[in-house]
């Protein structure tokens, strides 16, 4: 990854960063064929809110998949700290909200008035990063008259698969792999889930980064190590970590890298990076067909910004060619945390289950 992760050029729309006071860079982004440049008045209109790591964004969706409006403030003060600094992400956050909110209504051609709900993610996340995102999305509401509905933000990625795939076959086994969580979830409706495993450890967008931090690659590395591995070959033997069921963990490999650096200080980049991302989708891949064996459930989705790795989505695609399975993976957009995914999940739960109190509590560890 670069330094500011904005969404992938390549999707169809429009993209208009703008630098912000904070050392963050806005990202406003028009897609085809979600968003869409006008709804119908009686459209019930959510405006999402996502503020639960380093990411600032908003998004006013119409109905339960119509994205109007999708816009992500990235920091890329963190870059020179070679991870996420809680204390700079929250007060990124707080100089970000006002006009990333602005904004997602401005693309929308909407106004508050014209929202039906506010959703906003409540956990889990940076305990600081949430309390910007969460309280303001409380007040607004409040001083609209509207209902509140808080989101996990777990549910928010699994639910960028049904903005993608609204009409997915249930149930579906679910791999979320992101800088902050790797879990294997069992979806058996929208809205009910099974944690079928989780990381031990770290998460696996975590050891992208840190082995990145290592090689001496500017955080945050994912897509540095990527881009390198293209242009290397599978010349090391790094472990597949083993560990029971499906749980997973990262810090084996991690460990074994670094002790490969320490033996071998003429490396071959490109080679390692090869070597140890493949190792690395090898033991993601030993799990989820092992999920898929266990549930016997043929479907498998994946979501979370370690889903926006070609070679990771190149392996899966390829299993299905060996067993009966679909893969089902959102844009390139929706894997990265974005407010799209927060307003559709907070939309459907309002549908089932209401609004939120207004007393909901920011978490920073929450289950599905």
């Known amino acids: ?63 339960s998949r119509d994205v109007l409006s999708s816009v992500v403030a990235s920091q890329i003060v963190h870059s020179e700290y070679g991870g996420v600094v809680p204390e700079l992400a929250a007060r990124a956050h707080v100089q970000a909200i006002l006009p990333v909110v602005r904004a997602a209504l401005d693309i929308a051609h909407q106004s508050p008035e014209r929202l039906n709900l506010i959703a906003a993610t409540y956990a889990p996340g940076l305990l600081g990063a949430l309390l910007v995102g969460l309280p303001f999305a409380k007040a607004l509401a409040w001083s609209r008259g509207l209902p509140f509905v808080g989101v996990n933000h777990l549910e928010a990625h699994i639910f960028a698969v049904f903005l993608q795939h609204p009409d997915i076959p249930l149930p579906f086994v679910c791999l979320v792999v992101s800088g902050g969580h790797t879990e294997l979830v069992l979806v058996q409706e929208r809205g009910s889930y099974r944690t079928l495993g989780a990381t031990l450890d770290d998460a696996c967008g975590e050891a992208f980064d840190k082995a990145a931090k290592m090689l001496g690659l500017p955080y945050p590395g994912g897509a540095l190590i990527e881009e390198h591995a293209r242009l290397g070959a599978h010349t090391i033997k790094f472990p597949v970590p083993q560990v029971p069921g499906l749980d997973f963990s990262f810090s084996g490999l991690k460990t074994a890298l670094l002790y490969y650096l320490r033996d071998h200080p003429h490396y071959q980049l490109n080679d390692i990076c090869h070597s140890f991302q493949e190792t690395l989708i090898d033991f ?85």
């Not at 406003?28 to 405006?47: C, E, H, M």
């Not at 999402?48 to 109905?63: K, M, N």
């Not at 390139?332 to 999940?345: F, I, P, Q, S």
């Open 1 to 63: 990854m670069t330094p500011q992760r904005t969404e992938e050029s390549h999707h169809q729309g429009t993209k208009t960063p703008r630098p912000t006071a904070d050392g963050s860079q806005l990202s406003a982004v028009s897609r085809q064929p979600l968003a869409v440049s006008r709804q119908p008045s009686a459209s019930f209109l959510t405006l999402g809110i996502e503020t639960s790591c380093d990411e600032t964004a908003a998004s006013v969706l119409a109905d």
């Open 284 to 368: 993601l891949m030993a799990k989820v067909v092992r999920a898929v064996d266990d549930t016997a459930i043929p479907r498998i989705a994946i979501s979370g910004g370690v889903a926006s790795n070609s070679r990771l989505r190149e392996r899966l695609q390829a299993l299905t060619a060996k067993q009966t399975l679909e893969v089902f993976f959102p844009d390139r957009a929706l894997c990265t945390d974005n407010a799209a995914m927060v307003a559709a999940c907070g939309y459907a739960r309002f549908q089932r289950f209401g609004p939120s109190p207004m007393s909901l509590a920011a978490k920073s560890r929450e289950a599905l």
